[in-house]
């Protein structure tokens, strides 16, 4: 593996004990990860999960008329493809690369055996979850009591978590599919925070230049996110 692609990037592999580490470390395989790549599909048992590195993957639901909205994001704190350990098998979501990227991924038999070992992999992946699950009722909550310029401060801040700067390059489009409102709406919000000095905006980039001040516009629902994840999934994750 490249020394470029470090896997301890991802928090859960960092934190994976040392005889777990010996033994996953010449099974993961380095991964591209381009801008709007399908990763998993709805309805389709995974092949593989994926630890993004530098990468950020959105979990979207897709109605039948092709209208879509993000439910999660996973960056380097998590594992794209908790629908396999959990016994599912499958998941009516799909995952999407919202942010180019590197990462390395697992093949499915793998994990399962590991999981299915009941020992501290389980209980990493099971905490994880439950940091993942709390994600996805929040946003369902914000997204429907919040305002879009609200939404926009919690998905920014999400997304800066799971990056390293304070840049995100991103198509109106995409954000628009992501939240599941009009490109215009998009404009509008990104343009209301470019006023207020919170961020700088121009097509397919956006700068956080006030962090502190994207918090204080947030609702509710980033905090939230923010403290569940420190608390079942610290920097060290000690187990």
């Known amino acids: 593996m490249s020394i470029a692609l470090d896997p301890k990037k991802n928090h859960l592999l960092a934190a994976l004990p040392e005889a777990e580490w010996q033994r996953w470390r010449p099974q993961l395989e380095p991964v591209e990860m381009p801008l709007g790549e399908v990763l998993s599909e709805s309805d389709r048992i995974l092949d593989h999960v994926y630890f993004p590195l530098t990468a950020i993957v959105s979990l979207l639901y897709v109605m039948e008329d092709g209208a879509s909205a993000e439910i999660a994001v996973v960056g380097n704190e998590g594992i794209v493809g908790v629908s396999l350990f959990m016994g599912g098998e499958t998941t009516p979501s799909r995952a999407v690369v919202q942010s180019a990227g590197v990462g390395v991924r697992l093949k499915a038999q ?19 979850t439950q940091m993942l699950i709390t994600q996805m009722v929040q946003t369902a909550a914000c997204n429907r009591h919040h305002s879009l310029d609200q939404q926009l401060c ?3 801040l999400l997304s800066l978590d799971r990056l390293e700067g304070s840049d995100l390059v991103m198509t109106q489009e ?3 599919n992501l939240l599941g409102v009009p490109r215009e709406s998009v404009t509008e919000a990104a343009l209301t925070l470019q006023e207020a000095g919170l961020i700088r905006y121009s097509q397919g980039h956006i700068t956080v230049l006030d962090r502190p001040g994207l918090e204080q516009r947030s609702c509710e629902c980033y905090a939230v996110v923010k403290k569940e994840c420190d608390r ?7 187990i």
């Open 232 to 238: 079942l999934l610290p920097n060290r994750f000690a």
């Open 154 to 156: 919690r998905w920014l």
């Open 110 to 128: 793998m994990m399962m055996d590991e999981f299915n070992r009941a020992g501290p992999v389980m209980h990493l992946l099971l905490r994880y």
């Open 174 to 176: 995409l954000i628009a």
